[in-house]
């Protein structure tokens, strides 16, 4: 019964370290400065990353707006078309937004907006902030080596950092966007 106590109390601290671990590595966030463009790509809370991208534009730290993200269901609007449909609809002109259609994952997600940005040598990088992490490294790895990428999550609706460990969901991302990070790592 002791080691069995003992088993339960280091499975708790692990837990614990877990949650205080993930909830602070994740998210990473840099001082805002003004830009030649803001991207915001798809997934998870695809609204929550248009309407910060938008409010961003709206404080006037960049002239365009990039939407990246393809359509999860072939036979509806692709995300991109949903987040500019937003950003219209918040009264940006739609002279200032560039969307990409085709990037079906974060890897793509930086091909696909570096044909967008040519002439670009600073952006703010929009995603949720579990999500930050990932997509800087890999924008980071498309992108020009002298592209400034400043980062700027967005609050997800499904993920938080005091709460995520609250849901099945939550549970979910904190295991495997971890794994995808590391991954994202080994394929430099």
Sequence with gaps: MKKFITFIILL????IGYIVSISL???????????DAIIAVS????SGRAMHAISLYQEGWAP???FSGAAADPLSASNARVMMSIAAS???PPSAIYIDEAARDTKENAHKTKEIIKNANSVI???????QRRVYREFKKVLNSDMKIINSP??????????WFLSPYGWWISITEPLKLLFSRMTL
């Design 12 to 15: 708790t601290i692990i837990m």
């Design 25 to 35: 590595y994740l998210p990473t966030s840099d001082k805002l400065q003004k830009v």
């Design 43 to 46: 997934g998870g809370d695809t």
């Design 64 to 66: 365009k707006l990039i």
């Design 90 to 92: 918040r009264g940006v």
């Design 125 to 131: 990088l929009v995603t949720s902030d579990y999500h």
């Design 154 to 163: 967005a609050k997800d609706k499904y993920w938080g950092r005091k709460s």
